[in-house]
C-alpha cells in the first residue's frame, strides 16, 4: 500500500511538473510572438501585418504536434511512457533555450525568421509527445474513482506554466525599459527553460511503468504499428475524440495569445496591466480545472462536463466586445469568465481522451486526437481571430468562438456511450 501511494505521488508530481514546464517553453514563445516578435523578426510595414506573421509562426508548432504524437506515440505504445516522457522534454527544451539566441531580421535577413520556424517546429514536436504521456501517467495510476481527479494533473500544469511565463515577462516589462525589453529582455525566459527542464528530468527519471500498461504488455505484445492500428481500428473515436478537444485550444489561445496582442496594441492598454489581468484571471481557469475534474468523478462523467463547458464557452463568446471594450475591469471579467470556462473544457479531457482509447495503442490515440484538435482548434485560431479583428471587429472573434465550442460539442454529444 505504501508502494502504490510513492508511485502514485510520483506520478501526480511528475505529470504536473513535466507539463508544467512544457506549457511554459510553449506559452513564452506565445507571449514573445504577442508583444515583440514581429517587430523583431519579420521587415518593417504595417503593425498589423507584422503581428500577424508572428501568430502565424506560432502555427508551425501546432502542425508539428500531430507528427511528434506519431513518433512519440508510437514509442510510448512500444518502448513505455517514462522513457517516451523524458525525450520529449529534452526536445521541447532545447528548442526553446536556443531561441535566446537566435539573431533578428535586422542583422539576418531571412535566416532569423527560418531559424525561428525551425526552433518553433522543434518545440511543437516536442509538445506533441508530452501532453498525452503526462495523461496517460497520471489517469494510468489513478485509484477507482479518481481517474478525473488524477486526469487534473497535468492540466495544472497549463495554468502554472502560464503564470511561470507570463508572470517572468510582467516583472521584465516593470523592470525594464521598453528599448531594453525589445533589444535583449525578452530573451531572459528562453534561457531559463534549460534550468527548468533539468529539474523536470530529475523528476522524471524517478518514474516507473504505470500498471495499465504493464498490464496491456502482459495480454499481448506492443502493437508494431500503434498508429496504424488507431486510425484503422479506432478512427471514429479518434476523429471524435479530436474535435471534441478543439473548444479548448480556441478558447486559450483566444484568451491569451490573441487578446494580449490586440488589447495592447489595438485597444491601447498598457502591456503590464493587462498581463497583470491575464494572470489573476488564470487562477480561474485552475480553479475550474480541478471543480470540473472534481464534478467529472463525483456526480457525472468526463464527457457531460466538457459538455457544459462547451455551453459556457459559447455563451461567452456573445459578450467579448462589449467586455473588452470597456475599461481594464471589463477586460478582467471578460478573461476570468472565459478562463474559467475553459477550465471545463480542459479539467477533464486528460480522463475522458484516455477510455476512448485501448491501453496497448492510448499514447498514439490520445496524442493524435489532442494535437490534430491543435491544429485545428489553436494553430491558425491567433491568425484567424487578428484578421476577423482587423476585417470586422471583436464580435466576429466572438462568433468564430463560439463556433469552435458548438462543433466540439456536437462531437461529445455524437460520442456518447463512448467513454461513459
Known amino acids: 500500500m505504501d508502494a502504490d501511494r510513492t508511485r502514485r505521488r510520483r506520478a501526480l508530481w511528475a505529470s504536473f511538473v513535466g507539463t ?11 507571449t514573445a510572438a504577442s508583444l515583440v516578435f514581429g517587430q523583431i523578426f519579420f521587415p518593417k510595414g504595417d503593425p498589423g501585418v507584422q503581428q500577424m506573421a ?32 523524458v525525450a ?12 535566446a539566441f537566435l539573431p533578428t531580421y535586422e542583422t539576418a535577413g531571412w535566416v532569423a525568421p527560418f531559424a ?3 526552433l518553433r517546429f522543434g518545440q511543437g514536436f516536442g509538445l506533441g509527445g508530452e501532453w498525452g504521456g503526462a495523461a496517460l501517467l497520471a489517469v494510468e495510476n489513478a485509484p477507482p474513482g479518481w481517474r478525473a481527479r488524477f486526469g487534473s494533473a497535468p492540466q495544472m500544469g497549463a495554468p502554472a506554466g502560464f503564470i511561470a511565463a507570463n508572470g517572468l515577462f510582467l516583472l521584465l516589462g516593470l523592470w525594464l525599459s521598453p528599448a531594453e525589453f525589445a533589444a535583449w529582455g525578452w530573451r531572459l525566459p528562453f534561457l531559463l527553460s534549460a534550468a527548468l527542464v533539468l529539474v ?14 504493464k498490464a496491456a504488455l502482459a495480454q499481448a505484445p506492443p502493437a508494431k504499428v500503434p498508429l496504424g492500428e488507431v486510425v484503422g481500428r479506432h478512427g471514429g473515436v479518434l476523429i471524435g475524440g479530436t474535435l471534441g478537444a478543439v473548444c479548448c485550444f480556441a478558447t486559450y489561445y483566444i484568451a491569451t495569445a490573441f487578446l494580449l496582442g490586440w488589447g495592447t496594441k489595438s485597444l491601447g492598454y498598457p502591456m503590464q496591466d493587462f498581463l497583470a489581468c491575464q494572470l489573476i484571471a488564470i487562477l480561474f481557469m485552475a480553479g475550474g480545472i480541478y471543480l470540473a475534474a472534481w ?58 481522451l484516455t477510455d476512448l482509447f485501448p491501453a496497448r495503442v492510448r499514447y498514439t490515440g490520445v ?19 487578428q484578421k476577423l479583428a482587423m476585417d470586422h471587429g471583436l464580435a466576429a472573434v466572438g462568433w468564430y468562438l463560439s463556433a469552435m465550442a458548438v462543433l466540439s460539442l456536437v462531437a461529445l454529444l455524437a460520442l456518447r456511450g463512448a467513454a461513459d
Open 200 to 213: 523536470g528530468l530529475w523528476v522524471r527519471l524517478k518514474l516507473t511503468e504505470t500498471p495499465e500498461f
Open 367 to 385: 496524442s493524435m486526437a489532442f494535437n490534430i484538435a491543435g491544429v485545428i482548434g489553436g494553430g491558425l485560431t491567433p491568425v484567424a481571430a
Open 88 to 99: 520529449s522534454l529534452l526536445t521541447m527544451g532545447l528548442s526553446t533555450t536556443l531561441v
Open 295 to 352: 464534478t467529472a468523478d463525483a456526480r457525472w462523467d468526463p464527457r457531460r462536463v466538457l459538455a457544459g463547458g462547451c455551453v459556457l464557452v459559447a455563451a461567452s463568446g456573445f459578450v467579448i466586445a462589449p467586455l473588452m471594450g470597456a475599461g481594464l475591469g471589463g477586460v478582467f471579467v471578460f478573461l476570468s469568465l472565459l478562463l474559467f470556462a475553459m477550465g471545463f473544457v480542459y479539467g477533464p479531457l486528460s480522463a475522458w
Open 20 to 30: 508544467g514546464i512544457e506549457f511554459y517553453d510553449f506559452y513564452i514563445y506565445a
Open 54 to 85: 508572428a501568430f502565424a509562426t506560432l502555427a508551425v508548432a501546432f502542425f508539428a504536434r500531430p507528427v511528434g504524437a506519431a513518433v512519440f506515440g508510437h514509442y510510448g505504445d512500444r518502448v513505455g511512457r517514462k522513457a517516451t516522457l
Open 116 to 118: 525561428l520556424c525551425v
